[in-house]
């Protein structure tokens, strides 16, 4: 066969969803670091988000289904830890799919910009950890919602 | 560049893990609940990460499964203060606080280490770690400065804790970097932090040792172990 290039590639896992948040994808995640090949084997350099988040196993089953299906057979996906992901990483297309879903996406500043479902500025703190490690817990004060805030890390 | 070294700091997070995961279901608040478990899910991640690069550097073929669920209490090299069981909830947030602000000046200086596979485990730890300092720290301060009940249980339990705080810093030449030269930061960051919280610190500088040479482990150390490795020591290569 011939070889796809990198580019396509890029696209293909473009297509894969995040297992934890699906209206994102792991390029949007920033999580996919290389594609290379290397002769006729294709590398994938995959970092995680958190050193144990349990996703990371489906995350590269996710990427190794979506390539074999692509018809790529040689396939080597390599662990990188460092340098250490971060949210900057995370496309501006990722930070405002993950707003309209209902996740305040990070911010510099430590805290939700504001209310994902009303856009008030009145917020609290719930809890520094939530539904997944990258994510914490918020309220509005004045709609009252609770939502989830992607941890700025 | 010491193997034990790498076992140390695996360890630690292991076991500091495992006792945190004890917590699943039980905490006195959901919110506490999920943070607990959180907390633990990293330093499981951290421990996989030190003890597989362990097992490669040791070269005989042990794996961070075969560290974590084959060794005896008395291979383990963590520190005494981590194995000391959850008792109340004052008891666990002051040994985290501890072992916290520990560890985060223990990953700045691995950060720096020249051997580059231990310094990339240091990067990725102490992103994490800054956040659970943060944590501890901001949970130590609320309750010291809560009711009348919180306060006294966190000075009992900052005082039934203190004596494990010196062997993080014994000198020894297994460790990755020298743990002495830390004392100073931690100490700022401590004593800063009970000074905002009314807790005193304790006067006596007294401290256990043997967790991190395994020469005298508490006994705490081998009824945790016994849960945590029954079901691979029973049913061997189990998987699921």
């Given at each position: ?103 305040a ?11 994902p ?37 | ?11 630690n ?31 499981i ?6 003890l ?22 008395w ?90 705080v ?43 040792q ?16 016994a ?14």
């Amino acid at each position: 066969m011939t070889r796809p290039s990198v580019d396509q590639v890029w696209a293909w896992l473009d297509q894969v969803p995040d297992p934890e948040i699906p209206v994102i994808s792991l390029v949007d995640l920033g999580i996919i670091r290389n594609v290379t090949w290397q002769g006729d084997t294709l590398e994938v350099a995959v970092t995680p988000t958190y050193s144990g988040c349990p996703a990371t196993s489906v995350i590269n089953l996710e990427i190794e289904a979506s390539l074999r299906a692509n018809g790529i057979e040689n396939l080597s996906l390599k662990r990188q830890i460092a340098p250490p992901w971060t949210t900057d990483w995370l496309s501006d297309s990722g930070k405002a799919k993950l707003e309209a879903y209902g996740i305040a996406p990070p911010q510099a500043a430590g805290g939700p910009q504001h209310c994902p479902h009303c856009k008030s500025t009145a917020l609290e703190r719930i809890s520094q950890f939530g539904s997944t490690p990258c994510k914490a817990q918020w309220r509005c004060t004045d709609c009252l919602e609770p939502f989830d805030y992607f941890k700025c890390i | 560049m010491s193997v034990i070294g790498l076992i140390r700091m695996g360890d630690n997070t292991l076991v500091l893990g495992q006792r945190l995961s004890e917590w699943c279901g039980h905490a006195p608040a959901l919110e506490e609940d999920i943070a607990l478990a959180n907390t633990a899910l990293d330093l499981i991640g951290q421990t996989q990460l030190w003890l597989d690069l362990a097992g490669q550097r040791e070269g005989q073929g042990r794996t961070a499964d075969t560290l974590a669920y084959t060794r005896d209490a008395w291979d383990f090299r963590n520190l005494l203060l981590v194995e000391q069981p959850n008792r109340d909830f004052a008891v666990t947030m002051t040994r985290q606080f501890l072992f916290d602000t520990w560890h985060f000046e223990a990953l700045q200086a691995l950060i720096n280490h020249a051997d580059a596979d231990i310094s990339a485990i240091a990067q990725k730890s102490a992103k994490e770690v800054t956040y659970h300092r943060e944590r501890s720290t901001d949970i130590v301060i609320a309750l010291g400065n809560g009711t009348e009940e919180s306060h006294d249980r966190m000075q009992g339990a900052l005082d039934r804790l203190w004596p494990y705080v010196g062997e993080m810093f014994a000198q020894d030449d297994d460790d990755l970097t020298d743990m002495s030269v830390l004392r100073d930061a931690f100490d700022v960051h401590v004593s800063q932090t009970l000074s905002e919280s009314t807790l005193t610190k304790p006067d006596s500088d007294f401290a256990h040792q043997g967790g991190k040479t395994g020469t005298r482990h508490s006994e705490h150390l081998g009824h945790m172990l016994a849960t945590m490795q029954v079901l691979p020591r029973n049913y061997p290569g189990a998987t699921w």
